[in-house]
Structures are given as structure tokens and as C-alpha cells.
């Protein structure tokens, strides 16, 4: 069984400020692993989605990388700003493509 | 393209009416998938279709939850009878794959459900 596990559950910076949001996962026998971002009663958005075959992505000011050996991945904001305020999800595959998602890292940006 | 689109976006029914939750995936994408998402427990897959066919049903919590996919633009997901602690917000996902390779999913809006 797969596990994802995100901490913090909750995290305030200031304006500006390079931040980075942690996921580790049990099952290292994965083949991709996914970023989403939710924002108060949405859906969810796909920020990043990174190969097991790679070690990272970057798409805009977001980075994020992967390391299976560890079974961890990190979200690396730069030049963070208010409208970045959301919870952002890891999700890792078990079995075929079932994705079992973290409980989540609730960002707030504070300007 | 629309992206995965869900009905309704929000249903309040009474305990022991059916209620069923309706998805379009993005066209082109050969797997469907619907999630449940509650404060308590997170995100939980239900269920999966691969090509209109159930891949997966072990996330279902009980028999009175029933999913179809009778073609590879529509799916359905019912309750009956609801009950109170089925209240939450149901996401429909979609994505396309192949053997070997994978691709994101991409999520509807979801369908927030009030069971009172």
C-alpha cells in the first residue's frame, strides 16, 4: 500500500520569499509523481507531474523534484506572492494508476 | 477543450433519496476516475474505468454507491439510499495512457453533496 505523507500541514511566509513543501512516500516503485494546487471550494489543478525517469520539473517559478531512493519529492516556489495561497496536494501512483494523494500543505502568502 | 466538466455543481438531498453525480471527461482520454474528498479523510479514489470498463471499484465504501461509464464521454456515479455521512465533494478526473507511460490527471470542478 502506498502512503503519502505532507509536512507541514500549514505554512505563513511573507511576500517574496522562496519557500519549498515537502512529500515523502512509502512505496519507492513509482513512475511519476503529481503536484496539484486547490484553492478554497475548487477543484484540482496540475501544477507538476515529473517521470520517474527524471529528477526534476519546472514549470515557471514552481521546481519540483523527485527523489525515489528517498521516497521524496519537494515543491520549490520561488518569488513567492498572495495569489500562491493554496493547498497544494502530492499524489503518488499504487498499483497501476491509482494516485493516493497527501493530506495536503495549506500555504498562505502574507503580504 | 472544456476540460472535465461535472453535474451539478452543488445537490442537497434528503437521507434515502438516490442521488447521481454526472461527469464528462476531456475528450480523448481513455481513463476516468472518481474521487471522494472529505474533511476527515482527505481524497479517496472510489472507483476507475480504463476504456468504459472498471479497473477498480475497491475504494467503493458500500453497495448502495454504484459507477457506470456506458461510453467514453459520460459516467455516472449514484448513491442509494444516501445517507448523511456520504455529504462531501465528489471529483471526477480524467487522463489518457498507455501501456508503460503515464500522464497527469486532470480534474472537474467537483459536485458538492449535502445530505441532510
Known amino acids: 500500500k502506498q502512503e503519502v505523507t505532507q509536512i507541514p500541514a500549514a505554512l505563513s511566509v511573507p511576500e517574496g520569499e522562496n519557500l519549498v513543501l515537502n512529500c515523502s512516500f512509502t512505496?519507492?516503485?513509482?513512475?511519476?509523481l503529481q503536484w496539484f494546487r486547490q484553492d478554497p471550494g475548487k477543484g484540482l489543478t496540475s501544477l507538476l507531474l515529473?517521470?520517474?525517469?527524471?529528477r526534476e520539473q519546472t514549470s515557471g517559478r514552481l521546481n519540483a523534484s523527485l527523489d525515489k531512493s528517498s521516497g521524496r519529492s519537494t515543491l520549490y516556489i520561488a518569488a513567492s506572492q498572495p495569489g500562491d495561497s493554496a493547498t497544494y496536494l502530492c499524489?503518488?501512483?499504487?498499483?497501476?494508476?491509482?494516485?493516493?494523494f497527501g493530506t495536503g500543505t495549506r500555504l498562505t502568502i502574507i503580504p | 477543450d472544456a476540460g472535465v466538466i461535472q453535474s451539478p455543481r452543488h445537490e442537497v438531498t434528503e437521507m434515502g433519496q438516490e442521488v447521481t453525480l454526472r461527469c464528462k471527461p476531456i475528450?480523448?482520454?481513455?481513463?476516468l476516475f472518481w474521487y471522494r474528498q472529505t474533511m476527515m479523510r482527505g481524497l479517496e479514489l472510489l472507483i476507475y474505468?480504463?476504456?468504459?470498463?472498471?479497473?477498480?471499484d475497491s475504494g467503493m465504501p458500500e453497495d448502495r454507491f454504484s459507477a457506470k461509464m456506458p461510453n467514453a464521454s459520460f459516467s455516472t456515479l449514484k448513491i442509494q439510499p444516501s445517507e448523511p455521512r456520504d455529504s462531501a465533494v465528489y471529483f471526477c478526473?480524467?487522463?489518457?495512457?498507455?501501456?508503460?507511460?503515464?500522464?497527469?490527471?486532470?480534474f472537474g470542478p467537483g459536485t458538492r453533496l449535502t445530505v441532510t
Open positions: 512505496d519507492s516503485a513509482i513512475y511519476n
Open positions: 478526473a480524467s487522463t489518457r495512457q498507455a501501456v508503460g507511460l503515464s500522464y497527469e490527471q486532470y
Open positions: 515529473i517521470q520517474s525517469s527524471q
Open positions: 499524489a503518488a501512483p499504487f498499483g497501476n494508476e491509482k494516485l493516493t
Open positions: 475528450s480523448g482520454h481513455n481513463s
Open positions: 474505468f480504463n476504456n468504459n470498463v472498471p479497473i477498480d
